[in-house]
């Protein structure tokens, strides 16, 4: 159990990332608990199809505000999809909105207290990237064949040195989950560490008396500038994960470019 302070704040840092059982269950052995967890994430996808959903429920020639965010996000990715993997890519516009809207607003909603932080464990970042490596995969050979691993061998690479070049080019391919996944991981989770650090050390202050509540002031503008910080790195990180998604449809769609 996580230290607390007198006020019942838990100071252990990493008190927020723990799994708690809320509906225990075991299937042929295997545990499908429901947890905190699993809740968040049905928070999350709840919040993104209202937005949508409410947001273009209308459909007016002259939006409100609530429609001209959902336009927003809808150029901004149709751009996203175009830019970085082509105008053929528009088919898979679909998959890159739901995933940029499911990691920007999972990333946004753990920066409010006591909610919980889903892409800040790497077991749900790395099923999101390892989603994304076999559906790039698949559409690949789909598309062009035995032709797709052609995008290990670079074109204008001197024969002798493909023995040298196209291992490297696999196992970077194969290492794309492990990059993709550990970079939003370990974002989220250092960002949330560092706040919950310095919160620490608002309530340890605040405990002190007088003296304490002045020594406070520091640590309490260290949280306000870190939390902006880290709206802007939740914003960031969605952002690059949902780029690197497109330039590897662009690899599946384009394998020799």
Request: glycine share 8%; hydrophobic share 55%; net charge neutral.
């Amino acid at each position: 159990m996580a230290a607390e302070s007198g006020s019942g704040f838990p100071v252990d840092p990493l008190h927020q990332f723990v799994v708690n059982k809320i509906f225990p269950l075991e299937i042929g052995g295997i545990d499908a608990s429901f947890t905190n967890s699993s809740l968040w994430m049905i928070v999350v996808l709840g919040f993104v199809t209202a937005f949508t959903v409410i947001g273009m429920s209308r459909r007016s020639m002259v939006p409100g505000r609530l429609q001209s965010s959902v336009e927003i996000f809808y150029e901004f990715i149709a751009n996203m999809v175009r830019d970085n993997a082509g105008h053929d890519a528009q088919r898979f516009f679909p998959f890159v909105f739901t995933l940029f809207m499911f990691v920007f607003t999972a990333n946004v909603i753990g920066l409010f207290p006591y909610a919980f932080t889903v892409t800040s464990h790497i077991i749900v970042t790395f099923a999101l990237a390892i989603m994304v490596f076999l559906g790039v995969t698949v559409t690949g050979l789909i598309l062009h064949g035995p032709k797709f691993f052609g995008l290990f061998v670079p074109s204008g690479v001197p024969v002798y040195m493909l023995i040298l070049v196209t291992p490297i080019e696999i196992i970077s391919y194969i290492s794309r989950p492990i990059s993709h996944s550990v970079r939003l991981f370990a974002n989220m989770l250092a960002g949330h560490i560092t706040l919950k650090v310095f919160a620490g050390f608002v309530i340890s202050f605040l405990g002190a008396g007088a003296v304490g509540w002045a020594g406070a002031v520091l640590p309490f503008g260290m949280i306000v500038a870190l939390t902006a910080l880290e709206l802007l790195v939740a914003a960031l990180q969605a952002y690059v994960f949902a780029v690197l998604t497109c330039m590897y449809l662009g690899d599946a769609l384009h394998p020799g470019h």
